[in-house]
């Protein structure tokens, strides 16, 4: 059934239980109003309580084959299938069925390694088989991660899941975060949602939340995007032990832009404000004599690099002993007692927060492109993330300016006409903005630098994630491999441009790909948004099948240019 049974919600809080429990099993037309949060505020992380149980068969593991590259985790697009690393005396209370092995990465010597999937929260779609890279060399149909029937394993792998979810996360102060084995130990801040199986979006806001999401702001354009992410009664954006994670809302289709650039102008206007109080508190003009803030503690915070995961740590460290020193002074200047509240209410702003600005292609080539300029040209630093499927998925299928020539959509029955917008080319005429055009399922090292480097730029940068999506008419299960084909053959590009290079004499653009190996028409052909035109208009589909060819060439040589000047 997919509905939860009331056994797996005993656990939850009184509000999920007595509420959300509600909702899930159909009964909400049954809750009073009096039952609802009179704010409209709901909790976080509550997807993790749905448990759908729609997978008719999930990955198991084996161990013994696993080469342990973190890709498996890194594609699951609900964040179902994870790893651990963690010392061998955490496994005293393991379920006997519970599996692990040693670690193979000399970071974790003498330590054990856990990949685990969460039985009740997998969708089957079995992208994480499809991409890995371990065989059994006697067998080789087998891989270290293959599919087998859920329901004889639902209550094993329940245990299980809970267990591994006992187990300690990995010191994010001392991961390699650019290398994906032990970046995808990372504790994931979005996980479980209600997107469609095989997902092309959601991998690349699991992979933001991994590593920026203790401390990001995200603003998120109307789609699928914020259906999947705010769709009641639960979310899958969640928070970490400590109690931090993403803060998240959903603005609309035409102003998305403008609402996130709102989030930065009013982080930099309390993170200055603070900084003042501080500065003030920190000098002797007060006269609080031994009772004020140290001068080494002032300079410490207001200097801090906050570069790395151990430069936020400690930038954590010091902000918490400003409050702990604030706590200490005692004044019967009222003034001085309002400076002192004000800074406490807003030192944690002295902490970097990091600006996430996301939505499809609908949103960021079409609907609200006048705020994206408007973002880009404003010199601030915002990311901004597109997750481009090429055509509006959440309301139908509808053609957008993302979409490319030949594709059949709604509106774009015979074919579209037009080559698709290029907009990492016209962000990149700015000179001063980040641009990554990135395929994670083409070149997942790529994609994780491409988000380090976006969010280290000081200043706008914009990430083009190519995104398959259902509405494409291929096999979801095969999505990623299907992105690698759109790269070999040129109809998506991978390449960064960075304008800090320039400043280091070098050229800002580099094309992360070799040159095409493969016709437009082998790629085109695999999705049935181009394949249903050559049986309605095959005369048509061959005409636009030579344009789409001949503009990626033009294109391909055009950025070849600009990467080798």
């Given at each position: 059934?997919?509905?939860?049974?009331?056994?797996?919600?005993?656990?939850?809080?009184?509000?999920?239980?007595?509420?959300?429990?509600?909702?899930?099993?159909?009964?909400?037309?049954?809750?009073?109003?009096?039952?609802?949060?009179?704010?409209?505020?709901?909790?976080?992380?509550?997807?993790?309580?749905?448990?759908?149980?729609?997978?008719?068969?999930?990955?198991?593991?084996?161990?013994?084959?696993?080469?342990?590259?973190?890709?498996?985790?890194?594609?699951?697009?609900?964040?179902?299938?994870?790893?651990?690393?963690?010392?061998?005396?955490?496994?005293?209370?393991?379920?006997?069925?519970?599996?692990?092995?040693?670690?193979?990465?000399?970071?974790?010597?003498?330590?054990?390694?856990?990949?685990?999937?969460?039985?009740?929260?997998?969708?089957?779609?079995?992208?994480?088989?499809?991409?890995?890279?371990?065989?059994?060399?006697?067998?080789?149909?087998?891989?270290?991660?293959?599919?087998?029937?859920?329901?004889?394993?639902?209550?094993?792998?329940?245990?299980?899941?809970?267990?591994?979810?006992?187990?300690?996360?990995?010191?994010?102060?001392?991961?390699?975060?650019?290398?994906?084995?032990?970046?995808?130990?990372?504790?994931?801040?979005?996980?479980?949602?209600?997107?469609?199986?095989?997902?092309?979006?959601?991998?690349?806001?699991?992979?933001?939340?991994?590593?920026?999401?203790?401390?990001?702001?995200?603003?998120?354009?109307?789609?699928?995007?914020?259906?999947?992410?705010?769709?009641?009664?639960?979310?899958?954006?969640?928070?970490?032990?400590?109690?931090?994670?993403?803060?998240?809302?959903?603005?609309?289709?035409?102003?998305?832009?403008?609402?996130?650039?709102?989030?930065?102008?009013?982080?930099?206007?309390?993170?200055?404000?603070?900084?003042?109080?501080?500065q003030q508190l920190g000098s002797r003009e007060w006269g609080v004599g031994s009772g004020d803030i140290s001068d080494e503690l002032v300079k410490s915070i207001l200097t801090a690099e906050q570069k790395s995961e151990a430069d936020i740590w400690e930038q954590r460290e010091r902000v918490e002993l400003l409050k702990q020193e604030l706590d200490k002074i005692l004044t019967p200047d009222p003034n001085l007692k309002s400076q002192i509240q004000n800074l406490k209410s807003l030192a944690d702003y002295l902490v970097r927060k990091s600006v996430w600005i996301v939505g499809g292609d609908g949103w960021a080539y079409d609907i609200d492109f006048h705020g994206i300029d408007h973002l880009l040209a404003s010199g601030r630093n915002v990311n901004i993330l597109v997750m481009d499927?090429?055509?509006?998925?959440?309301?139908?299928?509808?053609?957008?300016?993302?979409?490319?020539?030949?594709?059949?959509?709604?509106?774009?029955?015979?074919?579209?006409?037009?080559?698709?917008?290029?907009?990492?080319?016209?962000?990149?005429?700015?000179?001063?903005?980040?641009?990554?055009?990135?395929?994670?399922?083409?070149?997942?090292?790529?994609?994780?630098?491409?988000?380090?480097?976006?969010?280290?730029?000081?200043?706008?940068?914009?990430?083009?994630?190519?995104?398959?999506?259902?509405?494409?008419?291929?096999?979801?299960?095969?999505?990623?491999?299907?992105?690698?084909?759109?790269?070999?053959?040129?109809?998506?590009?991978?390449?960064?441009?960075?304008?800090?290079?320039?400043?280091?004499?070098?050229?800002?653009?580099?094309?992360?790909?070799?040159?095409?190996?493969?016709?437009?028409?082998?790629?085109?052909?695999?999705?049935?948004?181009?394949?249903?035109?050559?049986?309605?208009?095959?005369?048509?589909?061959?005409?636009?099948?030579?344009?789409?060819?001949?503009?990626?060439?033009?294109?391909?040589?055009?950025?070849?240019?600009?990467?080798?000047?």
């Amino acid at each position: 059934s997919p509905l939860p049974t009331p056994h797996l919600l005993d656990s939850a809080p009184e509000f999920i239980r007595d509420v959300l429990g509600e909702i899930m099993v159909w009964h909400g037309d049954d809750l009073p109003v009096s039952a609802l949060p009179s704010d409209g505020t709901f909790p976080t992380g509550t997807a993790k309580w749905e448990k759908r149980n729609v997978a008719e068969e999930i990955p198991v593991w084996e161990p013994d084959i696993c080469v342990q590259c973190g890709k498996c985790v890194m594609v699951c697009p609900h964040a179902a299938i994870r790893a651990k690393a963690y010392q061998p005396d955490e496994l005293i209370n393991a379920p006997s069925s519970f599996k692990f092995v040693d670690a193979k990465d000399k970071s974790f010597s003498n330590q054990k390694f856990t990949i685990q999937v969460a039985p009740e929260d997998c969708t089957g779609c079995a992208i994480c088989v499809n991409i890995c890279p371990a065989k059994n060399k006697s067998q080789p149909s087998q891989k270290a991660i293959n599919m087998a029937q859920q329901l004889p394993l639902r209550e094993q792998e329940r245990q299980n899941w809970d267990f591994f979810l006992s187990l300690p996360n990995p010191d994010r102060k001392l991961l390699k975060v650019n290398q994906i084995r032990q970046q995808q130990l990372q504790e994931p801040l979005f996980e479980f949602s209600g997107a469609c199986a095989g997902c092309g979006e959601t991998p690349y806001l699991k992979l933001l939340t991994q590593l920026f999401g203790d401390r990001s702001v995200i603003a998120n354009a109307t789609g699928c995007s914020s259906i999947y992410g705010g769709n009641l009664p639960t979310t899958p954006w969640t928070t970490n032990a400590e109690g931090r994670g993403p803060a998240w809302s959903n603005s609309l289709f035409e102003d998305n832009a403008e609402f996130g650039f709102g989030y930065r102008l009013s982080l930099d206007k309390q993170a200055e404000f603070a900084a003042e109080l501080l500065q003030q508190l920190g000098s002797r003009e007060w006269g609080v004599g031994s009772g004020d803030i140290s001068d080494e503690l002032v300079k410490s915070i207001l200097t801090a690099e906050q570069k790395s995961e151990a430069d936020i740590w400690e930038q954590r460290e010091r902000v918490e002993l400003l409050k702990q020193e604030l706590d200490k002074i005692l004044t019967p200047d009222p003034n001085l007692k309002s400076q002192i509240q004000n800074l406490k209410s807003l030192a944690d702003y002295l902490v970097r927060k990091s600006v996430w600005i996301v939505g499809g292609d609908g949103w960021a080539y079409d609907i609200d492109f006048h705020g994206i300029d408007h973002l880009l040209a404003s010199g601030r630093n915002v990311n901004i993330l597109v997750m481009d499927t090429e055509v509006y998925s959440n309301t139908g299928g509808q053609s957008s300016k993302a979409t490319p020539k030949a594709a059949v959509a709604k509106f774009a029955a015979s074919g579209k006409p037009a080559p698709k917008k290029d907009l990492g080319l016209m962000a990149m005429t700015y000179g001063n903005v980040y641009v990554a055009s990135v395929a994670l399922g083409a070149k997942d090292e790529h994609t994780l630098k491409a988000f380090l480097e976006a969010e280290a730029f000081d200043g706008p940068s914009l990430i083009i994630a190519y995104s398959h999506c259902i509405a494409h008419g291929i096999n979801m299960t095969t999505g990623m491999k299907h992105q690698q084909s759109l790269v070999e053959s040129g109809r998506w590009l991978l390449y960064r441009h960075n304008p800090e290079w320039q400043n280091q004499g070098k050229n800002p653009l580099q094309l992360d790909m070799r040159s095409p190996t493969q016709s437009v028409e082998q790629s085109m052909y695999q999705e049935n948004r181009f394949k249903m035109l050559t049986k309605s208009k095959p005369e048509v589909a061959q005409h636009l099948l030579e344009q789409a060819q001949a503009e990626v060439n033009a294109r391909w040589q055009m950025y070849q240019y600009l990467a080798n000047r």
